[in-house]
């Protein structure tokens, strides 16, 4: 597998909105609470980490664009309920304006976070329970460091975790997340009655892959987390 080498960038705020777009894409949401659900990707540029681990393209052919360029682009798809704004790390712009204009045209939003960054307090008191499928705004984080800002951890609705075999602690979660180097073990929730999704790491090698399935289905039934398998990569979508 070769290491992801994107670059660690830096915060991006434009007070009217502009986001540094990387894609968008009608597509399943592969993992998490909505695993299943159709969607539409806008896939933010640029992330706050580096993680060698990390599956994602998110830097090629980005462009800097208005919220109202994202709705437009969005309408041209089939039609959804559900955005999922991932990247990349979203808490890394200002997607408040963003997720306005998305509101306003009637969909409903999930954001992919790594958790590292706050989210603002405008976003945050929009922020839904778990289980409320058609909810207007909804956070998950991946945690790939020690650290989930408070802001984040207070009202996240799922924690997502890939396990690789020989890297995971005893209560059933990984030491490290996706080989970022941490030097204390990745991030757990705060929270008891969070839901926690877990997934294979893909490592493209059967081998390999196969040790790390073993490992997600022991940890799953030993701990009771809820498996995953990465659904879009199995039905060889993005």
Known sequence: M???????????????????????FHTIQGE??????????????GCNLMCPGCDTEYTQGRKKVMPEYVVKEVQKLPE???????????????ILPL????????????????????????????????????????????????????????IAIAYKYVLQAGNVDRDGLPIQALQNKVKRRVARPTRKD???YI???????DTKNRLNLDTTIR????????????????LNME
């Not at 998490?32 to 540029?45: D, E, K, M, Y």
């Not at 997934?199 to 090698?205: G, I, L, R, V, W």
């Not at 940890?219 to 199995?234: A, D, E, R």
């Open 99 to 154: 997720c306005q204009v998305l509101w306003d045209a009637g969909y409903n939003i999930q954001v992919e976070t790594n958790g590292v960054r706050p989210i603002p307090s405008e976003l945050a008191a929009c922020s839904s329970s778990f289980g409320a499928t058609k909810a207007r705004f909804s956070v998950v984080v991946s945690p790939k460091t020690h650290v989930v800002h408070e802001s984040i951890a207070r």
């Open 80 to 94: 959804v309920e559900l955005i999922v704004l991932t990247g990349g790390e979203p808490f890394r712009q200002n």
């Open 2 to 24: 070769k290491p992801n080498n994107q670059p660690v960038e830096k915060q991006f705020h434009h007070d009217r909105g502009m986001v540094d777009l990387h894609s968008i």
């Open 194 to 196: 969070i839901p926690i």
């Open 199 to 205: 997934n294979p790491f893909d490592e493209k090698d």
């Open 219 to 234: 940890s799953c039934l030993q701990h009771g987390y809820t498996m995953g398998i990465q659904l879009h990569k199995f």
């Open 32 to 45: 998490g609470p909505f695993t299943g659900h159709r969607s539409i990707f806008v896939r933010l540029a």
